[in-house]
């Protein structure tokens, strides 16, 4: 029942931004945006949320196509640490459902 | 100063045993969630509980047993463990039931290996 559709991988060289996309082409009106992320062997980790407006805080920036069908995460200048599998999510209600995401490996 | 730990880290046992999973929270949130990993890592929702009181029950078998003592704590019991119960498994919280707009804090997970 996954919802989103995500690049299986992705490699990014250190000091660079990051992109990652998501498509989420069935996303309904009242369904946000979320992105976490879980670096190996630890919990999952909020990153940032959003509903029709684009959004940034201390760790990323997300820009939400007009239509809603497709998003981008971008880290603006990736370090070694955040390497890990970002997971986009859609979410309309209290659960929070995970699909393979996207594995990011930041290279020095 | 953790704000959701789960113990223990690791549980490695044999299959038929009956075993516990303790969580607590620290934020002051009001309600907290168990989420089971399995080998792809897809992670999906077990329960929720709500100030104490037991509001999602994903179709979880009966084995699975949560409980909450107080806000700050959800433990997981699980029994007659089987082969399949072999996941990691989360905790979470959330300051009220999490609809659209509140977002979850995970614990780093308890790693279950049934044999």
């Known amino acids: 029942d996954a919802k989103t559709t995500q690049p299986p991988s992705m490699d990014c060289a250190e000091g660079r931004a990051a992109n990652l996309p998501c498509n989420h082409s069935?996303?309904?009106?009242?369904?946000?945006v979320y992105w976490y992320r879980q670096i190996h062997s630890q919990g999952p980790q909020y990153i940032i949320h959003?509903?029709?407006n684009n959004e940034t805080n201390e760790m990323a920036s997300l820009i939400i196509t007009e239509d809603r069908k497709s998003s981008t995460l971008i880290l603006p200048h990736a370090t070694l640490r955040d390497t890990a599998v970002y997971y986009c999510?859609?979410?309309?209600?209290?659960?929070?459902?995970f699909g393979a995401g996207t594995t990011v490996t930041v290279r020095a | 100063d953790t704000a959701v730990s789960q113990t223990p880290k690791y549980l490695v046992t044999q299959m038929g045993n009956d075993k516990s999973i303790k969580c607590e929270q620290n934020?002051?949130?009001?309600?907290m969630y168990w989420y089971k990993q399995d080998s792809k890592k897809f992670l999906k929702i077990m329960f929720s509980?709500?100030?104490?009181?037991?509001?999602i029950n994903e179709t979880v078998p009966n084995r699975f047993s949560p409980k909450s003592p107080d806000k700050a704590h959800l433990n997981l019991h699980i029994n007659s463990l089987e082969l399949g119960d072999s996941a990691v498994y989360f905790c979470?919280?959330?300051?009220?039931?999490?609809?659209?707009?509140?977002?979850?804090?995970f614990g780093p997970g308890t790693r279950l290996l049934v044999l």
């Open positions: 979470a919280s959330s300051p009220r039931l999490a609809w659209d707009q509140e977002t979850q804090y």
């Open positions: 069935t996303i309904s009106g009242n369904e946000y």
């Open positions: 959003g509903l029709k």
């Open positions: 999510i859609v979410r309309g209600d209290y659960k929070l459902s």
């Open positions: 934020l002051g949130h009001d309600t």
């Open positions: 509980y709500n100030n104490k009181e037991l509001i």
